[in-house]
């Protein structure tokens, strides 16, 4: 058996390229499709992870007037890091930043009336009033006020904004089901947003924004945009769901492409177990090649013998099981050098697999792929700042 070592090479051992100038097309793209509606572009889990801060920032450039956010935790992380503008976070828990939130300027969202207990001592201890969204579950069964308790909410949130404690300046909800745009839930929670709706304007409640729509919403449901949008994965240039077609069916370019280095290949005879358990035994005698990134890196086990990876121009598949930090493809006899390029997904025009093939070789979905990669692995970003 021969074997050659990797060369030395000014490179990192895998890495995620973020092309900000697609994100910036993204968002420009989707303003287009909601005229009437203000878009807010959601950062939650380090944007999709894709990095939160520089994101934000070239969204921003491309006119989202909102960013959204999960926690307040990362909401205050871009505060900290010098965003401004419009920003919303929405899930909380007992004993949360509050205070924090408010002195930052970020809208909260409210779902029950321990949430709303919350925040308006903390508009009392802070001193100002809080910039509530309220938020109704129309059918989705997460987080969200129960259409049997929302006139309580809507009640107890009217009279602390009596008070100067809060401000309700948003009626939201989430769908469950808009990547299947012929669900029949879906007409029911919007016609069910719009009894919620009616019933706190009819108490006196005077939104600026009443927003449900998510990334699929905002691709087929026009009749779901009202004052503002909330573009989540297809921001990132990536399709919320089959059943809508693919990113460039949409008019999107996916922003990532994960790449890293083949560290060695070497030639093996037929019959060679690779990697743990060995689940692949080589049919012959053949080469292969190593990737220094694994599920410690957020690539995903269940790619075990199904992830594509594109390596000198040709389509391979991980062979075997994907390990912590590596997992192995069979070049089929061919020998690259070491330091030869393996991509593993990207925006899909030049051969490379997408990350929507990742999620489909998995048996996951493409939100999945794209937020596990993990903190280990360098973001390096292209076209940070907009031209034009």
């Not at 965003?83 to 004993?95: F, N, Q, Y």
């Not at 199904?306 to 000198?312: M, T």
Request: net charge negative.
């Amino acid at each position: 058996m021969s074997e050659r070592d990797a060369r030395p090479r000014d490179t990192t051992r895998v890495r995620a390229e973020v092309d900000l100038a697609a994100l910036r097309a993204n968002v420009t793209s989707l303003r287009a499709r909601v005229s009437g509606a203000a878009l807010m572009a959601v950062v939650k889990a380090d944007a999709y992870g894709h990095g939160a801060v520089p994101c934000a920032l070239a969204a921003q450039q491309a006119g989202a007037e909102w960013l959204g956010t999960a926690t307040p935790e990362e909401a205050l992380a871009l505060r900290e890091a010098g965003l401004r503008g419009r920003m919303l976070c929405w899930l909380w828990a007992p004993g949360g930043p509050w205070r924090e939130a408010i002195a930052a300027d970020v809208d909260v969202s409210v779902s029950a009336l321990w949430a709303l207990r919350e925040v308006t001592a903390a508009a009392r201890a802070e001193r100002a009033p809080a910039r509530v969204h309220l938020k109704a579950d129309t059918g989705l069964g997460r987080n969200g006020c129960q259409p049997a308790d929302w006139p309580e909410l809507v009640a107890a949130a009217l009279a602390a904004e009596r008070d100067g404690l809060v401000r309700v300046v948003g009626l939201w909800s989430h769908f469950a089901c808009a990547d299947e745009p012929e669900h029949p839930a879906n007409d029911a929670q919007l016609a069910r947003f719009r009894e919620m709706v009616a019933y706190a304007e009819g108490q006196g409640v005077r939104p600026e924004v009443r927003h449900i729509a998510n990334s699929p919403a905002l691709l087929t449901r026009p009749d779901a945009h009202f004052d503002l949008v909330r573009a989540g994965i297809a921001t990132y240039g990536v399709s919320p769901g089959p059943e809508l077609g693919s990113a460039a069916d949409l008019g999107l370019r996916p922003v990532m492409r994960l790449s890293a280095d083949l560290v060695l290949v070497k030639e093996v005879p037929g019959g060679h177990g690779v990697s743990y358990g060995h689940h692949y035994v080589t049919p012959g005698g053949t080469t292969l090649g190593l990737v220094p990134a694994g599920y410690a890196d957020g690539i995903p086990r269940h790619a075990s013998d199904a992830g594509p990876v594109l390596v000198g121009g040709k389509l391979r598949t991980v062979a075997g099981r994907v390990a912590m930090d590596q997992f192995v493809v069979d070049l089929g006899g061919d020998r690259p050098e070491p330091g030869t390029e393996a991509v593993l997904f990207g925006a899909g025009d030049r051969g490379e697999p997408t990350a929507e093939d990742w999620a489909q070789a998995c048996g996951t979905i493409v939100y999945e792929i794209v937020t596990r990669i993990g903190v280990r692995v360098p973001r390096v970003y292209v076209n940070e700042h907009a031209t034009g």
